[in-house]
């Protein structure tokens, strides 16, 4: 091991040899009366030497063996210690040198949460082995796959062939289709600029519908880009080490989200149900985002015991839904409500998730969803638990059904 001072902690020197490390509360530390040789050691921490060399070095500087040991001792149990020696593997070496500076402050972040020393290089191996695959490509589903391959996720597959309109152009997704001057034609496929046909290797399953609705005021012309290419483009300039389709040797992906656009995704849920593809709905209903549950096929409770449980509370509710996915028969184009504030904030809490998810945390919409409401993004957390009738394979809970609403955040 190659001892570092974790680079993403804030190191403050305070009057009487005084060294704070973080400031963060309730994650820093006070290292009180340092001589001018302890307080050289810790500046030294800088990954180049190892456990025997940093004791050589300590004795250099005139402080014994164990006062540095101490030193360390205290540094490590607190988490700010990594590991300048831990081999980063194949996924990261991988990086170029652009992309590993873009994704330094997110390892540098990392570090903080984990304890371990090599901690972050784990998870980040995680997000850039991980497949996860978007269907819908509107306010939501846009900017959750910009947001995952920002965070380094190393292959997002935006799966949405319909027609971009205004109405689905949000800061974290992409820019206004119509606004010719916002067109980058080296990027985005478009009226003005054709490429040649590159087969795409999509998800199994049924591939969302092109619609062809148009806001309001709009006239479909047939030349829109499709919302796949609009969220292809936007990571190859923001994330270039991104891959956007599915590896030739891969039938399905770790994970998928569904933010439908307009239409429900039943069969889509379906198919990824059956393949036991992990899947999290994020979608914005009228003025309430809601997020979950997050299906674990087999395991957790899937969108159809969600149902059941809402048809035993109102029993004609389903014949006004769509069958299995449960998603309302919604307005197209611009009648549709979809808030872009609220709409950023459901894509962050299902990028959130589905990050949790890939390092091996699981988030909290395993059973249960949450809904967002505004001004202020305030969350209530509701159960989702496996119904005893729906089949899907996950364990019943003893007990009467889902318990009251929880809020969680304000």
Not at 361 to 377: G, I, Q, R, S
């Amino acid at each position: 091991m190659r001892p570092v001072l974790k680079t993403g902690l804030r190191r403050l020197w305070r009057p009487g040899g005084a060294l704070q490390v973080g400031v963060t509360p309730g994650r820093s530390l006070l290292l009180n009366g340092l001589g001018p040789a302890a307080t050289r050691f810790v500046g030294g921490l800088d990954g180049t030497r190892d456990i025997p060399g940093l004791l050589t070095h300590a004795e250099e500087l005139g402080l014994s063996g164990a006062q540095a040991t101490t030193l360390l001792d205290v540094l490590a149990r607190a988490g700010f210690l990594d590991d300048a020696g831990y081999d980063p593997g194949p996924a990261l070496r991988a990086l170029d040198p652009a992309e590993a500076d873009r994704l330094a402050p997110d390892l540098a972040a990392l570090a903080l949460g984990y304890l371990v020393p090599g901690g972050a290089v784990r998870a980040m191996t995680r997000r850039r082995t991980a497949v996860v695959a978007v269907y819908g490509c509107g306010r939501v589903g846009a900017s959750v796959a910009h947001l995952l391959a920002a965070a380094g996720i190393g292959c997002v597959v935006p799966v949405d062939a319909g027609r971009a309109r205004s109405a689905d152009a949000a800061p974290a997704g992409f820019r206004n289709p119509r606004a010719a001057s916002h067109r980058d034609e080296r990027d985005v496929p478009g009226p003005r600029r054709r490429r040649p046909a590159v087969p795409d290797l999509a998800p199994p399953g049924p591939a969302l519908p092109d619609t062809g609705e148009s806001p309001a005021g709009e006239t479909p012309t047939g030349d829109e880009p499709r919302r796949q290419d609009l969220v292809r483009a936007l990571i190859r300039s923001s994330a270039p080490g991104t891959r956007t389709t599915l590896p030739a040797n891969r039938q399905h992906p770790d994970l998928a989200v569904l933010a439908p656009v307009a239409d429900g995704y039943p069969a889509q849920a379906a198919a990824l149900q059956a393949a036991g593809v992990p899947h999290l709905t994020a979608e914005v209903h009228e003025t309430t985002g809601v997020l979950g549950p997050f299906v674990q096929p087999g395991r957790t409770s899937c969108l159809r015991c969600r149902d059941l449980f809402r048809s035993a509370r109102d029993p004609g509710w389903p014949r006004a839904m769509v069958p299995f996915g449960g998603v309302d028969a919604v307005p197209n184009g611009a009648g549709r409500a979809c808030d872009v504030m609220l709409a950023t904030q459901v894509a962050l809490l299902a990028a959130l998730h589905v990050l949790a998810f890939v390092e091996g945390d699981p988030p909290p919409t395993v059973n249960a969803a949450l809904e967002v409401v505004p001004p202020f993004a305030a969350q209530t957390r509701h159960e989702r638990p496996p119904h005893p009738e729906c089949g899907c394979g996950a364990e019943v809970p003893d007990g009467p059904g889902p318990a009251p609403a929880t809020l969680v955040h304000s």
